[in-house]
């Protein structure tokens, strides 16, 4: 085939404008050609360049996506660390709140006391200085019902599992799942860790409504 001032042109070919439309632009930067000096492309060669540069395209989306479950992990094995931690806090904040207002009840009861007086019952090796004792106590002199007490005495054996199990404790473990589903919970709640904490506040509001204004704790 001859055209006037052209010559002969053999083979297949695709005649490529340099300043062609938007798809020809697209695709020499896809392809990294340069449009001033490409005239005329192979129609098969630039067929196996595409390919080429797709296989690549798919290549670094494969890394990349590697790359997102990689972190997807981490974070999922980093919030599995932060539950049982979450549990143990739970367990052992909420009994210690528990104990601050077992504490104010019975003082309650009690003639005033110096600060002395007070250090020596309830600190370091008093008669008062643990939970159970506070729980005791309690009972004996009528602050909480048999129904608290028995709860209260639960309650203190979680946070005892929980300070001293050589491992991170949850809520299911094998320990205090038998021990949670004796406590009474309000199962209208659906977070079983929501449910211990309002049964901590109930019993809070009972051993507050035994405790005069002097010794409320804040």
């Known amino acids: 085939m001859t055209r006037p001032g052209r010559g002969t042109v053999t083979g ?5 404008p340099v300043d062609g439309g938007s798809f020809y632009t697209d695709l020499f930067n896809i392809l990294n050609f340069d449009k001033g000096t490409v005239l005329m492309a192979d129609l098969k060669g630039a067929i196996q360049n595409v390919r080429a540069a ?16 990689s972190s997807l992990q981490q974070y999922v094995d980093g919030v599995r660390q932060i539950i049982p931690i979450v549990d143990v ?24 006391l110096s600060r002395a007086m ?4 309830f600190e370091g090796y008093g008669p008062l200085a643990t939970v159970a004792a506070k729980i005791d106590l ?16 639960k309650i203190n054996k979680i ?22 589903d004796t406590l009474d919970l309000d199962t209208s709640i659906p977070e079983l860790r929501t449910r211990f904490i309002a049964k901590l506040k109930q019993i809070d509001t009972h051993l507050r409504s035994m405790t005069t204004p002097e010794h409320l704790v804040p």
């Open 138 to 153: 309690a009972y004996a002199l009528e602050i909480i019902p048999k129904e608290i007490y028995d709860q209260l005495r």
């Open 89 to 112: 806090h739970y367990a052992i904040a909420g009994t210690a709140a528990l104990d601050n207002s077992l504490r104010a009840a019975l003082l309650s009861k009690m003639r005033p």
């Open 54 to 69: 797709i296989t690549e395209t798919k290549s670094n989306l494969e890394i990349n996506v590697d790359e997102v479950k």
């Open 12 to 16: 297949p070919v695709c005649l490529l």
């Open 118 to 121: 007070r250090d020596r019952l």
């Open 159 to 180: 946070r005892v599992t929980c300070a001293h199990s050589p491992e991170l404790t949850t809520f299911s473990h094998p320990k205090i799942a038998p021990l949670l």
